[in-house]
């Protein structure tokens, strides 16, 4: 008999013996023991985020004189050039959509590695 | 459209989806739970035991999985070490005790069919030719990654398959090509 062929249907014979196991109920058993989802952590970042916010801003509204600070903004910008407000609103933006794109990268590298 | 294995593993990664992983499980339960049936001898309680125990450990671990292997190998991988410590605990990954292995195989009870023969001849393997075989024979891979699931030399991996080859060839001469 050839070597080869004897090989072959060796290797065919071994491929086929393996039964296809029916799951019968097995990753239901997987997923009931698989431990609580993460949603509490977080939510629990969520709320630290939230408080944190609101408590930076109520201390900056008390220590800048009830928010004067933010009139007084408002009037210095009602007195800017309309082409200054265009090139202030650009760069904003182009600042807002440049720190998404650096999150989105590193977001994505943290999940390729 | 059906998700691929790295859409699913994304989803668990990004939303901790159980569904995402409890479908992954389903796709590879299969295979999972076959290669520990062979590794333990059919004993299919603790094969299916140590199944559980290997998508377990691979939910809390996904994290660590890199994608430079399939989903498949990598879980194999989780699935032989599972074996692995079960059986030191167990201490029976001393090789394979021929004379006892003897015994156990009752030609009388034996079914004429040429799949129980295979699976019986593939339980006579001492444990590295049969882990060997199973992987790559049955389940696929190559011997670089079989190595990489049994953790030893490609070259111990290329001899094993040989050894155990030659083992089966004997064994089931009877049913060969002719």
Redesign the interface.
């Known amino acids: 008999?050839d070597e080869k062929?004897?090989?072959n249907?060796?290797?065919r014979?071994?491929?086929?013996?393996?039964?296809?196991?029916?799951?019968q109920g097995?990753?239901s058993?997987?997923?009931k023991?698989?431990?609580a989802?993460?949603?509490r952590r977080d939510s629990l970042r969520a709320v630290i985020l939230l408080g944190i916010t609101f408590l930076a801003s109520v201390l900056a509204y008390g220590l800048s004189d009830g928010g004067r600070f933010v009139v007084v903004a408002m009037e210095r910008l009602t007195t800017l050039p309309t082409l200054w407000l265009f090139a202030l609103a650009f760069g904003c933006g182009i600042a807002v959509m440049a720190g998404g794109i650096f999150a989105a990268i590193f977001k994505t590298r943290e999940?390729?590695? | 459209m059906e998700l691929t294995d790295a859409d699913l593993i994304a989803r668990v990664l990004v939303d901790d989806d159980q569904h995402a992983f409890g479908e992954l499980a389903r796709r590879h339960q299969s295979s999972v739970r076959g290669l520990l049936r062979q590794l333990t001898r059919t004993d299919v309680a603790l094969a299916d035991d140590l199944a559980q125990e290997t998508f377990l450990r691979a939910y809390k671990n996904i994290r660590s999985f890199r994608g430079e292997a399939r989903f498949s190998t990598w879980l194999y991988r989780i699935a032989y070490n599972c074996f692995r410590e079960n059986a030191r605990r167990r201490k029976e990954l001393v090789g394979i005790d021929e004379e006892q292995l003897q015994s156990e195989h009752d030609p009388h009870v034996a079914d004429p069919g040429l799949r129980h023969d295979i699976m019986h001849a593939l339980s006579l393997l001492p444990l590295p030719e049969r882990s060997a075989i199973l992987l790559c024979c049955q389940n696929g891979l190559s011997h670089d990654e079989a190595a990489r699931v049994l953790d030893i030399p490609l070259g111990t991996v290329k001899t094993n398959m040989l050894r155990g080859r030659e083992k089966l060839k004997r064994t089931l001469a009877a049913w060969g090509p002719d």
């Open positions: 008999m062929q004897q090989e249907w060796l290797d014979q071994l491929r086929e013996a393996a039964p296809y196991i029916d799951d097995f990753t058993r997987v997923l023991q698989l431990p989802r993460r949603r999940l390729q590695s």
